[in-house]
Nanobody, 113 residues
Framework: QVRLVESGGGLVQPGGSLRLSCATS????????INWYRQAPGKEREFVAL???????NYADSVKGRFTISRDNAKNTVYLQMNSLKADDTAVYYC???????WGQGTQVTVSS
């Protein structure tokens, strides 16, 4: 059974940092691209970043230079390091395996003073 479980969300002040984790199971992790998406209240879900099995990363323009995606194949886990957070980054963050069309349950990130 394919599973993706996000963690690490929370409340942070503008300019602060958070690191999200996506723990996976049920598939050959080091063969799959993993994506991060987010959905803010009243908005559509949007792409944030992805990382390929070989470690190549791609980012949405809105997070380039502030967010870093990485993966630990030994732990079957993908991370999203988020720095210089802004109020506009407030959203539920989801990880996604496109091959299996499988989403995690999401983790809330709130950026507010």
């Amino acid at each position: 059974q394919v599973r993706l479980v996000e963690s690490g969300g929370g409340l942070v002040q503008p300019g602060g940092s958070l690191r999200l984790s996506c723990a996976t199971s049920g598939f050959t992790f080091n063969s799959h691209t993993i994506n991060w998406y987010r959905q803010a209240p009243g908005k559509e879900r949007e792409f944030v970043a992805l990382i390929t099995p070989g470690g190549r990363a791609n980012y949405a323009d809105s997070v380039k230079g502030r967010f870093t995606i990485s993966r630990d194949n030994a732990k079957n886990t993908v991370y999203l390091q988020m720095n210089s957070l802004k109020a506009d980054d407030t959203a539920v963050y989801y990880c996604y395996n496109q091959y299996y069309n499988n989403w995690g349950q999401g983790t809330q990130v709130t950026v507010s003073s």
